[in-house]
């Protein structure tokens, strides 16, 4: 028998495959049942609450290229909780349109159980990502 991922595991396993746009695995890191936030999404979006939820969140919007980015300055923090980690680091890449690096901080909190993240809180950069996507004007018209 296979023993199950740690939470670091998961969670490299989580931002790696985002990096890469390896998009129809992501999912299989989630229980069934599971709770996912953004608590600092502009646009507040309700909470992710199944498997099947997350594959549709996690299915591009186009088909165009796979991103080119990197998950980079991870830094992992153990909690007295054997099931939960906080998870630093930064998505890096250049930008399709302007051609500049950046750099999207983002900061995870998870509870991984049995190998499935059963909750996650997912501290993100908003403006920062809509910018290196070439989105943040419609991001703000989005928030008015």
């Not at 992501?26 to 953004?38: I, K, R």
């Not at 980079?72 to 250049?94: K, S």
């Not at 995870?108 to 070439?134: M, N, P, T």
Request: hydrophobic share 40%; no cysteine.
């Amino acid at each position: 028998m296979t023993q199950p991922l740690s939470p670091s595991e998961v969670f490299v396993a989580l931002v790696n495959g985002v990096a890469e746009g390896r998009w129809e695995e992501l999912p299989g890191l989630y229980a069934e049942q599971t709770d996912v936030v953004h608590p600092f999404d502009p646009l507040r979006q309700p909470a992710l609450r199944s498997r099947d939820e997350l594959r549709e969140h996690f299915t591009p919007a186009g088909a165009g290229p796979r991103p080119t980015r990197r998950a980079a300055n991870i830094t992992i923090h153990q909690t007295t909780d054997p099931e939960v980690i906080v998870a630093e680091f930064e998505y890096q890449g250049t930008s399709e349109d302007t051609g500049e690096p950046y750099a999207v901080p983002g900061i995870f909190v998870l509870r991984v159980r049995d190998g499935e993240i059963v909750s996650s809180r997912d501290y993100f950069d908003h403006l920062a990502a809509a910018r290196a996507r070439g989105q943040l004007d419609a991001l703000i018209a989005a928030v008015r």
